[in-house]
């Protein structure tokens, strides 16, 4: 996928109802998902030894964009959004943030490393037979090539060699890559606080500069510019990048502390990263309470004494208070009635206008995301099946899968909803992929769909006919 957007998909320009509401053009990528692998251990052997809840995920969400993650029960929507935000550590695959790799998996290094010396010492066997065979026909006086005894076993060390060379190259390459990724995990916090640190010196570096005789006069001068700077340098030297990832969990009752007040944990993040300062820590959590529609008395309750919307506003305050640049609301408003579900989406859009953030949204009610998102993703039994723009998706699904969740959402037309068909998804029956296998494809401009060269030919055909499926209407 692109890092930027130079262009509309060519179907927008002929329609206006699938004109994204997100400008992509020459949109800055704020996140990116490469080849993620997410699989646990279940304690059987062969095929029962993991759980692949993600395999193989790879997306792009831009700067500024609300991006929807949708799917059933199980299909890893959440498990996709806990490893980005290194809750779980990748089995394989890179998270990128801003530019830096956050997270890295292994697994598929390890593999390569594994199955390398495997196929070599099936080489070296191989190897090893037919150099006996040709030698025992050297010393029966016939050689089909003429090579005398000595020839044959230089010619076959010669060729041992070269296959361990080859081997010892892949397996010191994969090493490498290993090696690299548990450096980004490791120190990417870390080498993060050091440029920003830099930046902090940069600023300040013409005062810092001013000196006599050997004395600095920074802090003589200017005493507040001075307090300035050292709050900014102490700042920098917690930074983390992972700060500007907040998360927004889907049970508020469950993912905060029923024994702490509601000061304690919206401040919690503060505190973590080395703020001190009482005064300052009351005040953000007041302007925080303020910000998500709470009253600032409510800051020495504890959450058991508010409702389901309530504790879902004081889990959305944890998150801004650390002043993120990407949120990743984990079905935050399935645990909570229809009209308070209301509220929360009309809350986290003024806030994504108000702090220009960037959402990545994970849910199951279909009708929240095309109003809520710009772009959405399908998945289904840890694989992305589809990712396009909101309005295109609706109107031009492609995949069964998309057409079959489609199909399951209520209409508020009695009579329609009678009559309307719904779709039913099997896979065996959908797909064959026993020969051709499945990938990723686009389809058209910023339309993927994971598909095989014949499928990819009959969505090709079905756009260039005006397909439309009703569903955006």
């Known amino acids: 996928m692109a890092t930027t957007r130079k262009k509309a998909t060519s179907a927008a320009k002929k329609d206006k109802d699938l004109q994204p509401a997100f400008d992509y053009d020459n949109a800055e990528v704020i996140l990116s998902v490469r080849h993620l692998k997410q699989y646990f251990k279940l304690g059987g052997t062969g095929a029962f030894k993991y759980n692949k ?16 993650l949708v799917g059933e029960s199980g299909c890893g929507k959440t498990t996709t959004g806990r490893s980005i935000i290194r809750l779980y550590r990748p089995t394989s695959g890179d998270v990128i943030f801003k530019g830096v790799r956050i997270g890295a998996g292994t697994r598929w290094n390890e593999k390569e490393i594994k199955f390398t010396l495997i196929r070599l010492r099936e080489k070296l066997k191989e190897l090893a037979d037919q150099e006996k065979l040709e030698l025992d026909e050297a010393t029966s006086a016939y050689s089909p090539e003429g090579m005398t005894v000595e020839q044959i076993k230089d010619k076959y060390a010669k060729l041992r060699y070269e296959e361990n060379q080859k081997a010892e190259n892949i397996v010191k390459e994969q090493r490498k890559q290993i090696a690299s990724a548990q450096y980004d995990m490791k120190n990417c916090d870390r080498d993060y606080a050091r440029a920003a640190m830099a930046k902090v ?7 810092l500069l001013r000196t006599d005789n050997g004395k600095n006069l920074f802090q003589e001068e200017d005493k507040t510019l001075f307090e300035q700077y050292k709050e900014d340098m102490r700042k920098a030297r917690h930074a983390k990048i992972t700060m500007g990832m907040q998360m927004i969990f889907q049970d508020p009752m469950a993912s905060i502390n029923p024994r702490m007040t509601v000061r304690s944990i919206i401040a919690e993040g503060l505190r973590i990263n080395g703020v001190r300062d009482k005064a300052y820590i009351d005040k953000r959590v007041k302007e925080m309470l303020e910000l998500v529609g709470l009253l600032p008395e409510h800051a020495d ?14 889990g959305i305050a944890r998150a801004l ?3 993120p640049e990407l949120i990743i609301a984990d079905e935050p408003i399935s645990a909570l009635d229809v009209s308070i579900q209301a509220q929360i989406i009309n809350l986290l859009n003024d806030l994504r206008a108000k ?16 109003y809520f998102c710009d772009r959405i993703a399908v998945m289904y039994f840890g694989n992305l099946v589809e990712l396009a723009t909101s309005d295109v998706l609706f109107k031009q699904p492609l995949h069964p899968y998309t057409r079959s969740l489609l199909s399951a ?13 719904r779709i039913k998804y099997d896979p065996r029956s959908a797909h064959d992929y026993s020969v051709d296998k499945p990938r990723l494809v686009e389809i058209e401009k910023g339309h993927f769909v994971r598909c095989n060269a014949k499928e990819e030919a009959e969505y090709r055909a079905l756009l260039e006919a005006g397909y439309d499926s009703g569903y955006g209407k």
Do not use: W
Not at 53 to 68: I, L, P
Not at 201 to 207: A, K, N, T
Not at 301 to 314: A, K, L, T, V, W
């Open 53 to 68: 809840a993600v395999h193989d995920v790879s997306f792009d969400v831009y700067r500024g964009e609300v991006f929807g």
């Open 201 to 207: 010196e940069e600023q300040y570096s013409e005062l």
């Open 301 to 314: 309750r504890y959450p058991h004494e508010f409702s389901g919307g309530q504790r879902q506003r004081i």
């Open 321 to 323: 208070i650390m002043n």
């Open 355 to 370: 702090f220009g953030l960037t959402i990545l949204f994970i849910a199951h009610n279909l009708s929240v995301v095309k």
């Open 409 to 421: 959402v209520p209409h508020c037309d009695p009579d329609t909803e009678k009559s309307r068909t």
